[in-house]
């Protein structure tokens, strides 16, 4: 897969190689932005750690690989969506995302991840995607709340960030719950 079209303009593409000077960019230009909330833009110093990233993402044997797209709206690089621990056997993955702060307030995230919901149900046959928010990140938590996930309660501690752990909100969306919604 390599684009997926929202409206004109508005898009979803694969993410390779091609995007590494973009990508790492865009972190560096929004480093005190997305550093509040996001560990890894602590250890992406350079070009080439973002390079190290995507390989690590693209290089994947196939039935390990996780679909990560780079967001492009109005034309413009706005962020990175994708899924996270994807366990095939039991048929569940995981949203993450990341926008600039330009990007922000303009529905770009939540119609991306409809998008990836969509995906996730009918072409993966997932039946069950979880979204994690450190708790006190409104916006990214108002996401899976708009778009009708089950707040399950909070994980403590559940994700290293400097020298402390963020507690995270854990959200989840069922095919079942999705279907009975008129997806």
């Known amino acids: 897969m390599s684009r997926i079209s929202i409206r004109p303009g508005f898009y979803l593409e694969s993410l390779g190689m091609e995007h590494v000077d973009t990508v790492f960019e865009a972190i560096d230009k929004n480093r005190e932005h997305l550093s509040k909330w996001l560990p890894f833009v602590s ?12 390989s690590s993402v693209t290089n994947r044997k196939p ?3 996780e679909e990560v797209f780079t967001i492009w709206h109005d034309e413009e690089f706005s962020g990175l969506i994708g899924y996270v621990n994807t366990d ?8 993450g995302y990341w926008l600039v702060k330009s990007k922000e307030g303009k529905g770009i995230i939540t119609e991306t991840t409809l998008q990836l919901i ?33 707040n ?6 559940g994700e290293k960030h400097g020298n402390s752990y963020f507690d995270l909100e854990i959200f989840s969306l069922l095919k079942d719950e999705w279907k009975k919604q008129g997806s």
Request: with cysteine; aromatic share 6%.
């Open 152 to 157: 399950e309660g909070i994980e403590r501690q």
């Open 63 to 65: 039935h390990e690989k």
């Open 43 to 54: 250890f992406t110093r350079k070009p080439e750690d973002t390079e190290e990233f995507i």
């Open 118 to 150: 969509k995906l996730a149900f009918k072409r993966l046959q997932m039946n069950r995607i979880t979204i994690r928010c450190a708790v006190g990140n409104n916006r990214s938590s108002a996401v899976p709340k708009r778009l009708g996930f089950t």
């Open 88 to 95: 095939r056997v039991n048929r569940k993955t995981e949203i």
